[in-house]
């Protein structure tokens, strides 16, 4: 399946209401793309903005969700994990509510549990927020048991 034919909540460890992806646009093994149609229902907005936090999440929920594709390709789990370090974070405007945005991640680095994200959220073809995130990912479930023997 391509990564846009799958429902993000398949994709994504987070439920809702804290889902910030709506669909995953494209995924490779470095890079991925998603979009996110902004709701006023949605937690991260703020007299009809959505906010920094919700920008960051948006990134860091792209890449999760390429994680998730590309571990659900391989049979696996989508697994889990969290962000550990949001760095050089630039917010150039926040978007309205009833708009559309679209993000683009990168992998720079994976070291052990930690992945080194570069990430971009656009709007009407513009950069509106761009930054780097560190997520850790829980190992999977046989891979700590083989870590402990």
């Known amino acids: 399946m391509k990564p846009e034919e799958y429902d993000i909540i398949d994709l994504v460890p987070q439920r ?16 991925a793309r ?27 929920q792209t890449a999760a969700a390429c994680m998730g594709y590309l571990r659900l390709s391989e049979g696996r789990g989508i697994g889990s994990g969290f962000l550990a370090q949001v760095r050089e974070f630039r917010i150039k405007s926040l978007p309205a509510v009833n708009t559309e ?17 570069n990430g971009r959220v656009f709007q009407n073809d513009q950069v509106i927020a761009e930054g780097e995130l560190t997520a850790f990912t829980r190992p999977d479930e046989d891979q700590a048991a083989g870590k402990r023997q």
């Open 101 to 117: 945005i679209y993000s683009e991640i990168t992998i720079s680095d994976d070291l052990l549990t930690y992945t080194i994200i």
């Open 34 to 60: 998603g979009r996110l149609f902004i709701k006023a229902s949605n937690v991260f907005c703020i007299d009809g903005l959505f906010q920094e936090a919700g920008l960051i999440e948006f990134i860091g």
């Open 16 to 31: 809702h209401p804290m889902i910030m992806i709506d669909r995953l646009t494209d995924a490779g093994d470095k890079s």
